[in-house]
């Protein structure tokens, strides 16, 4: 039961555009959403979250968001680097505020183009 | 913030031997986690720990794995009689409750002859 699906495995954008990276939930108890990003051989990195009383979070380059109805989120990348490239996760969790586990989709390829 | 650190980055060993992987979270995290990561998937949750307590298992979490943590410091997982299933990232991440999202180390790569 895949709980958190990124339908996309690649992506390619060119340098300087805007990067969508796209996941989907069937869990409706989650609470929150993050996203990570990940360079090979090294762990996910924190890039942004959203709670699930949200439908927008910006932080620079980077906003999320959050569709409830549709059980879809987004990550909008403005504009894109190529230093972006990497595999992107989409993940929800519950708990509210204490931020318990996490359930992570399958991720996504990013390329970026110079 | 020195960040999670994991040890080793990489084991290798023979099917049915066992292994134990150590997690150092970030000083002041009171919840430490252990995710397993295999190829085109995300990290799967297995367990977590607030401070020395283990809170959650998952049924990922066969008998022949084990995790501990003694003084709410670092952790140990430990996976007995190896089997080639067991091949995988295991990542570890930790946080402060209430407050902030999950930090990963680098993780440990296991993979079994």
């Known amino acids: 039961d895949q709980q958190v699906k990124q339908n996309s495995p690649s992506l390619s954008v060119q340098e300087g555009r805007i990067s969508i990276l796209n996941c989907d939930y069937t869990?409706?108890?989650?609470?929150?959403f993050l996203w990570y990003k990940k360079y090979p051989a090294e762990g996910p990195t924190f890039l942004i979250s959203?709670?699930?009383?949200?439908d927008k979070n910006e932080d620079g380059r980077f906003t999320v968001f959050l569709n409830k109805s549709a059980k879809h989120l987004s990550l909008h990348i403005v504009p894109s680097q190529p230093g972006d490239s990497a595999v992107y996760f989409c993940a929800g969790g519950s708990g509210g505020t204490s931020y318990g586990k996490l359930t992570f989709g399958q991720g996504t390829i990013l390329t970026v183009h110079p | 913030d020195t960040g999670v650190s994991q040890n080793p980055r990489h084991k290798i060993t023979k099917r049915g031997q066992n292994v134990t992987f150590r997690c150092d979270p970030i000083s002041e995290h009171n919840r430490l986690y252990w995710y397993r990561q295999t190829l085109g998937q995300g990290p799967e949750f297995l367990t977590y720990?607030?401070?020395?307590?283990?809170?959650?298992k998952s049924r990922l979490l066969s008998d022949r794995f084990s995790a501990e943590r003694p003084k709410g410091s670092f952790s140990t997982l430990e996976i007995q009689r190896t089997e080639q299933g067991d091949s995988a990232m295991y990542l570890c991440?930790?946080?402060?409750?209430?407050?902030?999202?999950?930090?990963f180390g680098d993780g440990t790569r296991l993979s079994i002859l």
């Open positions: 959203i709670s699930s009383i949200k």
């Open positions: 869990n409706s108890m989650f609470d929150y």
């Open positions: 991440a930790s946080s402060l409750q209430g407050d902030g999202p999950q930090h």
């Open positions: 720990f607030q401070n020395e307590a283990q809170l959650e």
